[in-house]
């Protein structure tokens, strides 16, 4: 288990922590933001794979899917509970105790899905070639979207100032 967590579990959760600073860093955009933006993206994508590989009804039914898929996050960017796009030492602070949290109490259903995930796309065979396009974009989604929340929620934040250029120039010496 510490092999895991050593090798595995902890440079996941570093990257993550890169990924959110270097989202507010040049985004100005509060680090909640960064997820749900990542599955609109991984959804476009797959509806430009969609467009090529699918017609017809089948691709009237792909469309439906994924924009039912993407109405989550379209909600959750829209329709946040912070209508200002601040981000303080207090939104810090209870984003960082929550990371905290999730990390210690969800290891398990981060490896789990990390497993899962690994996996998934060798189990897409179908005989029907429109079946197994379907299912294996099903599986791309689960691959792109899944680990990446929990990764996201268990990481730790960057700090409110950082990338702040004004910040940074105030506490440089020379």
Same mark, same amino acid.
């Given at each position: 288990?510490?092999?895991?967590?050593?090798?595995?579990?902890?440079? #996941? @959760?570093?990257? /993550? !922590?890169?990924?959110? $600073?270097?989202?507010?860093?040049?985004? +100005?955009?509060?680090?909640?933001? %960064?997820?749900?933006?990542?599955?609109?993206?991984?959804?476009?994508?797959?509806?430009?794979?969609?467009?090529?590989?699918?017609?017809?009804?089948?691709?009237?039914?792909?469309?439906?899917?994924?924009?039912?898929?993407?109405?989550?996050?379209?909600?959750?960017?829209?329709?946040?509970?912070?209508?200002?796009?601040?981000?303080?030492?207090?939104?810090?602070? #209870? @984003?960082?105790? /929550? !990371?905290?949290?999730? $990390?210690?109490?969800?290891?398990?259903? +981060?490896?789990?899905?990390?497993? %899962?995930?690994?996996?998934?796309?060798?189990?897409?065979?179908?005989?029907?070639?429109?079946?197994?396009?379907?299912?294996?974009?099903?599986?791309?989604?689960?691959?792109?979207?899944?680990?990446?929340?929990?990764?996201?929620?268990?990481?730790?934040?960057?700090?409110?100032?950082?990338?702040?250029?004004?910040?940074?120039?105030?506490v440089q010496f020379g």
């Amino acid at each position: 288990m510490e092999w895991i967590n050593r090798y595995i579990d902890q440079p #996941l @959760l570093d990257g /993550a !922590a890169n990924w959110l $600073r270097t989202w507010h860093t040049f985004s +100005r955009q509060p680090p909640e933001r %960064l997820e749900p933006t990542w599955h609109l993206a991984v959804l476009s994508s797959l509806l430009i794979a969609a467009e090529h590989c699918l017609q017809g009804s089948e691709f009237i039914l792909s469309i439906s899917v994924l924009i039912m898929l993407a109405l989550p996050s379209a909600w959750k960017l829209l329709f946040s509970k912070k209508k200002t796009d601040t981000y303080g030492r207090r939104e810090y602070a #209870l @984003l960082r105790t /929550a !990371a905290f949290a999730r $990390r210690e109490a969800e290891w398990s259903v +981060r490896m789990t899905v990390l497993i %899962l995930s690994a996996g998934l796309p060798f189990f897409t065979g179908s005989a029907d070639a429109t079946g197994a396009f379907f299912v294996f974009g099903a599986s791309i989604w689960f691959v792109l979207t899944a680990p990446v929340k929990f990764y996201l929620q268990a990481a730790e934040p960057p700090e409110p100032n950082e990338g702040d250029r004004s910040f940074q120039r105030g506490v440089q010496f020379g």
